[in-house]
């Protein structure tokens, strides 16, 4: 069974930094296209980050800069780095097995003063 379990959410200053992690188990994070998406509050799901089993990585042009999605094979967690969080940063964000439609459940980051 292939679970994927979000975590490091919360609430930030903007300026602030925050890590999400998602421990993945049932599937390898080294074999799979891993990546990261938010939906914010009235607005559609978007792709934030993704890094593909050769490492390769993208970003949203939005994010492009101050975040950084990298993964830990012996841990099989893929972890997403946010730094110099802004207010538009506030959302859901999801972990995702691209191509295979498993999902985790979600961690609320919210950027606030």
């Known amino acids: 069974q292939v679970q994927l379990v979000e975590s490091g959410g919360g609430l930030v200053q903007p300026g602030g930094s925050l890590r999400l992690a998602c421990a993945v188990s049932?599937?390898?994070?080294?074999?799979?296209?891993m990546a990261w998406y938010r939906r914010a509050p009235g607005k559609q799901r978007e792709l934030v980050a993704r890094?593909?089993?050769?490492?390769?990585?993208n970003y949203a042009d939005s994010v492009k800069d101050r975040f950084t999605i990298s993964r830990d094979d012996a841990k099989n967690v893929v972890y997403l780095q946010m730094n110099k969080l802004k207010p538009e940063d506030t959302a859901v964000y999801y972990c995702?097995?691209?191509?295979?439609?498993?999902w985790g459940q979600g961690t609320q980051v919210t950027v606030s003063s």
């Open positions: 995702t097995v691209i191509f295979r439609g498993y």
């Open positions: 049932g599937i390898s994070v080294r074999a799979n296209a």
């Open positions: 890094i593909t089993n050769s490492e390769t990585t």
